[in-house]
């Protein structure tokens, strides 16, 4: 029987090998169920220029890849590292093309507005993620959690509305716009009759958890983002932001001369909690491998699914097979980063399903055992949703 099993074990690795170009596109062409969001463009950059030279250019280009690295790392502090200064002075080494698109755009020299040109640049991924480890710099990865964005005023004459951001084009461009630069996958209720049902203005403001939750469910968001803001009488606005997210809830508080500053602070806040929380930091290299038992996987297609989405994983460094048995895998995965950015990046995307098990295997939920999570004698249990 031990023998028939590791001939099993054998057979789909040497086959895994022999199909792994077309994993390649199979895993392309899947659909990827789950409510996180594939950021694209992360390492892509637009901005303006009022010539097409090499000086001008160059500037460009040091802004963009300042921009890109924030984006790509979540830490707006990166700037100051020396590593990245250095890179920032040399920034054409990290671009791997460049186009020039016209428009109706002008920029500000001189006191004048002056006709400009964007021009767009394509940085190297390999490059830019070579530059964070070398920097200690975290990398949070194109799969992020969506934010749903709850707005509500309080005005001295209206009194309290919520804000609906299609129906304020310098509130969507300001939040939208800042959304993008950081990477941040933005939800914006539609605001139609359902969602006037399910929720009032006094709901938001009194942060009514209930009420928030039922009208969230249709958006399926990762977090609810909720702003409360107003303008006092001096003119300065004020504001007070919850961010739900799981079982957590942070406040963060803002103001400024604009509301559209109030917004552009709390995306950038919300971007430095999550960033904190999914950002795989290489400099905490597991020093152990985790084991993981995911079924069911009986078909070798499914073999073959489970295998390459764990692989495409950022967190996940490197995958060993270590049996196979009925309908169920077991795999090693060394990791850079630790169990819990593991789980979290499971979470975002929902293909595999936690199952909490009794050393007895019925499924109760139970206090963990002596043995370290995700060792050999108490694995990591998933199951595949495909």
């Not at 699914?305 to 995965?333: D, F, H, I, P, T």
């Not at 169990?339 to 009794?358: C, E, F, H, W, Y």
Request: include cysteine; proline fraction near 4%; charged fraction near 20%.
């Amino acid at each position: 029987m031990a023998g028939s099993m590791n001939n099993r074990v054998e057979g789909v690795v040497k086959l895994q090998r022999l199909v792994w170009w077309f994993i390649g596109v199979w895993v392309c062409m899947a659909s990827i169920p789950g409510h996180a969001e594939m950021v694209t463009n992360l390492y892509q950059q637009s901005e303006l220029v009022v010539g097409q030279g090499v000086e001008e250019r160059r500037q460009a280009t040091a802004k963009a890849l300042a921009s890109v690295l924030v984006r790509v790392s979540g830490q707006p502090q990166a700037l100051n590292y020396p590593e990245v200064k250095a890179a920032l002075a040399n920034p054409d080494s990290y671009m791997e093309a460049f186009r020039y698109e016209s428009g109706n755009e002008t920029l500000e020299r001189d006191g004048e507005q002056v006709p400009a040109t964007t021009v767009v640049l394509n940085f190297s991924q390999i490059s830019v993620e070579n530059l964070l480890r070398q920097s200690g710099l975290p990398l949070w990865p194109a799969n992020r959690p969506s934010v749903l964005v709850w707005l509500v005023t309080d005005d001295l004459n209206a009194g309290r509305q919520m804000v609906s951001l299609q129906d304020n084009p310098e509130l969507a461009d300001a939040i939208k716009g800042e959304a993008r630069e950081r990477g941040l996958p933005l939800v914006v209720p539609l605001m139609d009759l359902e969602d006037q049902v399910s929720l009032n203005a006094n709901d938001l403001w009194n942060l009514d958890q209930s009420a928030i939750a039922s009208a969230s469910t249709r958006y399926k968001p990762d977090a609810v983002l909720i702003g409360r803001y107003s303008q006092t009488s001096s003119g300065r606005w004020i504001s007070a932001w919850t961010l739900l997210h799981k079982s957590n809830r942070q406040v963060f508080d803002s103001e400024g001369d604009t509301d559209t500053v109030l917004l552009r602070e709390a995306v950038n806040s919300t971007s430095d909690y999550l960033a904190d929380i999914y950002g795989i930091n290489h400099r905490n290299v597991a020093s152990d491998a985790v084991v993981m038992d995911i079924e069911p996987v009986g078909e070798f297609s499914d073999y073959v699914k489970v295998l390459s989405y764990l692989e495409g994983l950022a967190v996940v460094r490197e995958l060993n097979l270590l049996a196979l048995e009925g309908n169920q895998v077991r795999v090693n995965l060394f990791m850079d980063g630790d169990i819990s950015q593991l789980k979290g990046a499971l979470d975002l995307d929902r293909r595999l399903i936690p199952v909490m098990t009794t050393s007895s295997g019925g499924n109760v939920n139970m206090p963990e055992t002596l043995a370290p999570q995700g060792s050999e004698q108490n694995p990591l249990r998933y199951s595949w949703s495909g």
